[in-house]
């Protein structure tokens, strides 16, 4: 379970990931939102879901983007819909937010670890070791050794 953030920049990021990865970041950014919306739902304590606790409308932002970059290479997607009905629901970490109407609005902070060098530099390396015809060409100083680099939620 992953959100692959080569770059601080949500589009960006999804336009350079191979097919297979952008898939399924379209179910695993559902997944998390899962994780953060409902009661007893798996993941809730993983890394990831914890990356993006108090961040719900960047979490959607950054799968509108994965979702766009989907539609755009000429495939069906299902998962933006289901995340929409996802975040109406109160957030686990704040039952009191609205953050669909943050999002709506534009009205809300990026993640505090956005733009920290470390983590994007950690996913551009677990990118390159699992696909590196993909992707060493495009992170070709990036070794493909690394481990993931994973913020904590921060609000």
Not at 33 to 54: D, F, N, S
Not at 101 to 121: K, M, S, T, Y
Request: proline share 7%; hydrophobic share 40%.
């Amino acid at each position: 379970m992953q959100t692959f953030l080569p770059y601080a920049d949500f589009t960006a990021s999804a336009r350079v990931l191979d097919v297979k990865r952008l898939g399924k970041q379209r179910v695993e950014t559902l997944q998390v939102m899962r994780a953060l919306t409902i009661e007893g739902y798996g993941w809730r304590h993983h890394r990831v879901a914890k990356m993006w606790t108090w961040r719900r409308p960047s979490l959607l932002a950054y799968q509108l983007a994965v979702c766009t970059e989907w539609r755009a290479r000429g495939f069906t997607d299902t998962c933006w819909d289901s995340t929409l009905a996802e975040i109406s629901r109160p957030s686990l970490a704040d039952p009191d937010s609205n953050d669909l109407l943050l999002w709506e609005q534009h009205d809300f902070p990026a993640p505090v670890w956005l733009g920290r060098e470390e983590i994007h530099r950690s996913h551009r390396s677990k990118l390159v070791s699992k696909d590196p015809a993909h992707y060493r060409p495009l992170f070709p100083d990036v070794p493909d050794d690394l481990e993931y680099v994973w913020p904590q939620a921060e609000r």
